[in-house]
């Protein structure tokens, strides 16, 4: 896939989730196969005003390129403000977020909101567009609901506002993260617009994957949840769209090594204390399917040293020996 100038070799990028996919997942997903990671979701007026967290949320670091930085908000003067100091981290490309369900985003104006008003969404990506020297490209949803399904119409606009591609989540944001997908919508974007569409929603497997591309056309994937605890998904996807090849979940005692990797990464970017409380969602996720996971899910939930993990994980691995 080609955006802009940039040329992306693979089939899947890792999606921006905000609280999730920081840099020690993005790092990791790399390693196995992604073949780009989006910055966590930053707030455009943040970065304007000088907000730490929101500056800290910026950094790009090469073991995650190639890497874009996402921005949300509402105002075309700001987010282009935004864009240009996020120059700073010299991303590879910027991402404007016009699908972010969640109230305190879409709520006022930004994320998905912008679907409500496909006009303004065009003059965002034209001012981004226009204020940096890298790729500009959009994430939509279906559209606000179901009455107002409008992708087609979202994506022609910022096309023509200077997009270079545009992701495509098959829900509506009425939907949330509920099913179905419309994998219908993502395609009739494709055949709308010229520019490269990436699909998303409900990429949990290969075969998954691969329905997406068929069904759609699309010219790439980009997968959100099913990587929470699960990096090899894209080593799955890569083996069945190259080779054919089915690729098996690791063992269990490999899934431990790659959380205990990720938490590793975490202490050392973020410091023990903050680590340790971010982590235990992670262990729960890649606790999941095991034999006693609601049992580690509790444990984990008082994790507070790598001691504490590194003794769960070893629980897990002898207590699954078979699996």
Excluded at 48 to 75: I, N, W, Y
Excluded at 110 to 125: E, F
Aim: hydrophobic content about 45%.
């Amino acid at each position: 896939m080609q955006i802009g100038n940039l040329k992306i070799e693979g089939h899947a990028g890792l999606a921006p989730m905000a609280g999730v996919a920081d840099r020690a997942m993005r790092e990791l997903c790399r390693e196995q196969g992604a073949a780009y990671t989006v910055g966590e979701l930053v707030s455009a007026k943040g970065v304007t005003l000088g907000d730490r967290k929101s500056g800290l949320l910026l950094q790009v670091h090469p073991a995650e390129r190639p890497m874009a930085l996402q921005l949300f908000g509402r105002e075309p003067a700001v987010m282009a403000d935004a864009a240009r100091r996020a120059m700073d981290q010299r991303p590879d490309w910027i991402d404007i977020n016009m699908g972010c369900p969640a109230p305190k985003v879409a709520g006022h104006g930004g994320g998905a909101a912008l679907m409500k008003d496909p006009v303004l969404a065009a003059d965002i990506t034209r001012a981004v567009a226009k204020a940096v020297p890298v790729p500009v490209t959009v994430k939509i949803r279906s559209g606000w609901d179901d009455e107002h399904i409008n992708a087609v119409e979202v994506a022609r606009r910022c096309e023509d506002a200077g997009a270079a591609a545009v992701t495509v989540h098959g829900r509506t944001r009425a939907q949330m993260y509920a099913p179905p997908v419309n994998r219908d919508i993502i395609r009739q974007v494709k055949e709308a617009v010229s520019i490269p569409v990436i699909g998303n929603g409900d990429v949990a497997s290969a075969v998954d994957a691969a329905r997406m591309l068929e069904e759609t056309g699309c010219d790439f994937l980009l997968v959100g949840r099913a990587a929470m605890g699960a990096p090899w998904i894209f080593a799955q996807i890569n083996a069945w769209l190259d080779h054919e090849r089915i690729l098996p979940p690791p063992p269990v005692s490999q899934r431990m090594a790659y959380l205990l990797r990720q938490a590793e990464r975490m202490v050392e970017y973020k410091g023990e204390a903050i680590a340790m409380r971010e982590i235990r969602k992670h262990a729960g996720w890649y606790m999941r399917g095991l034999r006693g996971a609601a049992a580690y899910r509790r444990e984990a939930g008082a994790i507070s040293s790598m001691e504490d993990l590194a003794r769960l994980c070893l629980r897990a691995v002898e207590e699954n020996r078979e699996a």
